[in-house]
Nanobody
Framework: QVQLVESGGGLVQAGDSLRLSCAAS????????MGWFRQAPGKEREFVAG????????YYADSVKGRFTISRDSAKNTVYLQMNSLKPEDTAVYYC???????????????????WGQGGQVTVSS
C-alpha cells in the first residue's frame, strides 16, 4: 500500500525559502507521477507542481513557475519541493500525492491522484 509522509513545512517571511519533502513507500515509484498540491483556507485544492519519476519531466502551475522546483531522489524514494521567493499568497497546507495511472503526462487535477500525504502547513508572513 502506497504511503506518503511529508515534512518541512513551517513559518517563514516573504522572500524566504523552504523545502518540503515527501517520503514514499509501498510502491514502485519509478512508474508513477508525483505531484504537489496546496489548499488555502476557503479555497479549493490546487495543483502546484508534478514530476514524472522515470524521466524527470516536470510541470508547474503558472503561479509558482520560476520560484518553485520539484525534484526526486530515487535512492531515498523522496520527492522535494524547493520553494524560493515565497509570497504571503503561497500560504496553504501543502500535500504530496501520487498518480498511479498516468503514463506520459503530468496531470494537474486532484482527482487524477490516488494517494495523498497528510499535508503540511506553510505560512508566509509579509
Amino acid at each position: 500500500q502506497v504511503q506518503l509522509v511529508e515534512s518541512g513545512g513551517g513559518l517563514v517571511q516573504a522572500g524566504d525559502s523552504l523545502r518540503l519533502s515527501c517520503a514514499a513507500s509501498g510502491g514502485t515509484f519509478s512508474r508513477y507521477v508525483m505531484g504537489w498540491f496546496r489548499q488555502a483556507p476557503g479555497k479549493e485544492r490546487e495543483f502546484v507542481a508534478g514530476i514524472r519519476w522515470s524521466s524527470g519531466l516536470t510541470y508547474y502551475a503558472d503561479s509558482v513557475k520560476g520560484r518553485f522546483t520539484i525534484s526526486r531522489d530515487s535512492a531515498k524514494n523522496t520527492v522535494y519541493l524547493q520553494m524560493n521567493s515565497l509570497k504571503p499568497e503561497d500560504t496553504a497546507v501543502y500535500y504530496c500525492a501520487v498518480d498511479l495511472t498516468a503514463i506520459f503526462v503530468v496531470r494537474n487535477t486532484s482527482n487524477a491522484y490516488d494517494s495523498w500525504g497528510q499535508g503540511g502547513q506553510v505560512t508566509v508572513s509579509s
